[in-house]
């Protein structure tokens, strides 16, 4: 019991830490009213293990904090990678291909309204709907299911012990 506590703690460090270095190395594209967030195609990993739910919150947390966001983009943007996880893990015995579903719906509805009401950006909060979840598409949706295939056939032994 305890071995597997190190492996979902291990598991869920080095996602948050994957996710903080991509969000931070892709700073210019990760941030306003249109972006891709590349670190967003992580959100695939809940399918494999649940260490990447507490992982992707917390890369999140500390991406969104280094990237000099504010506290309602910290706190919500980081909500909106949460929830997405959390429900790409509970879809993760149904079809693969809704995996990047959640995280798509999740920060097309909240990153809108941070980025109105916590930047004050003057964007119509439907336009911003369409800029915000075309690029989750194109890192959910696409990037993900990339990262998915890569990983599918390592399943059993790359995520094995903390699942």
Known sequence: MRDKNV???TQAAMIAAIYVVLT?????FSFGEIQVRIAEAL???PVFTPAAVPGLFAGCLIGNILG????PDIIFGSIATLTGAFFTWKLKDKNPLLAPVPPVLANTVIVPFVL???YGVPLPIPFMMITVGTGEILSCGILGMILYAA??????NIFRAAA
């Open 7 to 9: 492996v979902f703690l």
């Open 24 to 28: 931070y190395v892709f700073a210019p």
């Open 43 to 45: 959100t695939i990993l």
């Open 68 to 71: 000099g966001a504010i506290l």
């Open 116 to 118: 109105r009401f916590g």
């Open 151 to 156: 990983l599918k056939k390592y399943r059993g």
